[in-house]
């Protein structure tokens, strides 16, 4: 059991969630004061995508990003920023004829290095590295190897920390041999992203053996998605690991209760110390990543 938890609450993601809940933030500001109240609430960590102002679809615009990373640090909120660089993997294909009728509308294809901007200008705490293609619901979401080396190894020689998102045990098994030729330095830390269709399902043997599989003291955390998340809380809390809440991965509170970010961290702190463990606060959570302290 972990008895020093790390929350992160991811804020908004790139999913079609903004017509679903009216608490999803879209603008920067909105997505700086939720970022804020999140942290407020216990979040450690909070991770962030950004969405265009005007129709909330998901953007890599890198002005966005450092919209929303001024923002926060303007109200002086100590939190640790986790930038997602998972943007720019989306291929959609037309099903009887892929080749002949090439990308769909939907695709959002860039290379390894492409999906970095934002993380160059703005030098987070932390970017995410996701370690692999997978079949992503109905889609595709592309991540070579070629590309994984190089994103790695340039978001190594720019001092960030990245945080390796897992969908798979075969991700994994790529992460682990990205560390062994050099790319990833240690504290590694790994999320394991758990009920992603057609990923890794919510369940808790899968979840055990994907941590059996990670490295000699790795940071990790896991979670699930809609009803999934807060029991996923508890799970990854009894396993040792860190745990992530928030709109990106679930909009209810309870059945027919529409959450908000802080709502949903402050349910996670519950769980949390209601299992007899303690929350982490941001320099802990600095400490046991390897981050830069508190600037």
Same mark, same amino acid.
């Given at each position: 059991?972990?008895?020093?938890?790390?929350?992160t609450c991811a804020l908004t993601g790139a999913g079609d969630t903004v017509r679903r809940s009216p608490h999803v933030p879209v603008t920067p500001?909105?997505?700086?004061?939720?970022?804020?109240q999140a942290a407020e609430a216990g979040a450690a960590v909070v991770h962030i995508h950004v969405r265009d102002p005007e129709t909330g679809d998901?953007?890599?615009?890198?002005?966005?990003?450092?919209?929303?990373?001024?923002?926060?640090? /303007?109200?002086?909120?100590?939190?640790?920023?986790?930038?997602?660089?998972?943007?720019?993997?989306?291929?959609?294909?037309?099903?009887?004829?892929?080749? /002949?009728?090439?990308?769909?509308?939907?695709?959002?294809?860039?290379?390894?290095?492409?999906?970095?901007?934002?993380?160059?200008?703005?030098?987070?705490?932390?970017?995410?590295?996701?370690?692999?293609?997978?079949?992503?619901?109905?889609?595709?979401?592309?991540?070579?190897?070629?590309?994984?080396?190089?994103?790695?190894?340039?978001?190594?020689?720019?001092?960030?920390?990245?945080?390796?998102?897992?969908?798979?045990?075969?991700?994994?098994?790529?992460?682990?041999?990205?560390?062994?030729?050099?790319?990833?330095?240690?504290?590694?830390?790994?999320?394991?992203?758990?009920?992603?269709?057609?990923?890794?399902?919510?369940?808790?043997?899968?979840?055990?053996?994907?941590?059996?599989?990670?490295? /000699?003291?790795?940071?990790?955390?896991?979670?699930?998605?809609?009803?999934?998340?807060?029991?996923?809380?508890?799970?990854?809390?009894?396993?040792?690991?860190?745990?992530?809440?928030?709109? /990106?991965?679930?909009?209810?509170?309870?059945?027919?209760?529409?959450?908000?970010?802080?709502?949903?961290?402050?349910?996670?702190?519950?769980?949390?110390?209601?299992?007899?463990?303690?929350?982490?606060?941001?320099?802990?959570?600095?400490?046991?990543?390897?981050?830069?302290?508190?600037?």
């Amino acid at each position: 059991m972990n008895d020093e938890v790390i929350i992160t609450c991811a804020l908004t993601g790139a999913g079609d969630t903004v017509r679903r809940s009216p608490h999803v933030p879209v603008t920067p500001e909105q997505i700086a004061t939720s970022a804020v109240q999140a942290a407020e609430a216990g979040a450690a960590v909070v991770h962030i995508h950004v969405r265009d102002p005007e129709t909330g679809d998901p953007s890599r615009d890198p002005k966005l990003y450092a919209e929303v990373v001024e923002r926060i640090k /303007e109200t002086g909120t100590d939190v640790v920023i986790n930038l997602t660089a998972g943007m720019g993997g989306d291929l959609v294909l037309d099903p009887d004829q892929p080749l /002949e009728k090439g990308a769909r509308p939907g695709t959002d294809l860039v290379g390894g290095l492409d999906r970095l901007p934002h993380v160059e200008d703005l030098l987070p705490d932390i970017c995410t590295l996701d370690c692999g293609s997978l079949n992503f619901g109905d889609n595709l979401y592309i991540s070579t190897p070629e590309m994984l080396r190089k994103g790695a190894k340039r978001i190594q020689e720019l001092g960030v920390r990245p945080e390796l998102e897992i969908f798979d045990t075969g991700q994994l098994w790529f992460a682990k041999q990205l560390r062994a030729e050099g790319l990833l330095d240690d504290p590694t830390v790994f999320q394991l992203c758990m009920d992603i269709p057609w990923g890794a399902p919510a369940d808790p043997g899968v979840l055990q053996s994907m941590v059996n599989m990670l490295p /000699e003291n790795a940071e990790w955390a896991s979670f699930a998605l809609g009803r999934m998340q807060m029991p996923w809380v508890a799970q990854s809390i009894l396993l040792g690991g860190n745990v992530r809440v928030g709109l /990106e991965d679930n909009l209810y509170l309870s059945k027919g209760v529409k959450a908000t970010n802080a709502q949903l961290v402050e349910r996670a702190v519950t769980i949390t110390e209601s299992l007899g463990a303690k929350v982490a606060t941001p320099d802990q959570a600095r400490a046991r990543m390897g981050l830069k302290p508190r600037a």
